[in-house]
């Protein structure tokens, strides 16, 4: 449970004001679009993203070593930044 309570935060935490949720926004504000669809649309697309992520962690975590994962996930996270900073 508490793994889950973990995840559950860090994600939730991580997703607050990022681009699926901007555009969540979006699409919930359109007076011609059904809250309910949004919310379904919306929430089955981050479970298929959700779903993916495990699978390939799964499927790297059983060929790298986990700290090597865990660097090229910061690295990344890292390079995105940067490229967002110098787009700005």
Do not use: N
Request: aromatic residues 10%.
């Amino acid at each position: 449970m508490k793994l889950t309570v973990t995840v559950f935060a860090t994600v939730f935490l991580a997703e607050l004001g990022d681009k699926t949720q901007l555009a969540t926004l979006l699409f919930a504000s359109s007076p011609a679009h059904g809250k309910w669809a949004v919310f379904v649309g919306t929430a089955l697309a981050l479970v298929a993203s959700a779903a993916l992520g495990v699978f390939a962690g799964s499927v790297l975590g059983a060929r790298l070593d986990t700290r090597l994962l865990s660097r090229i996930a910061g690295l990344t996270f890292v390079a995105i930044g940067v490229w967002t900073f110098l787009k700005a």
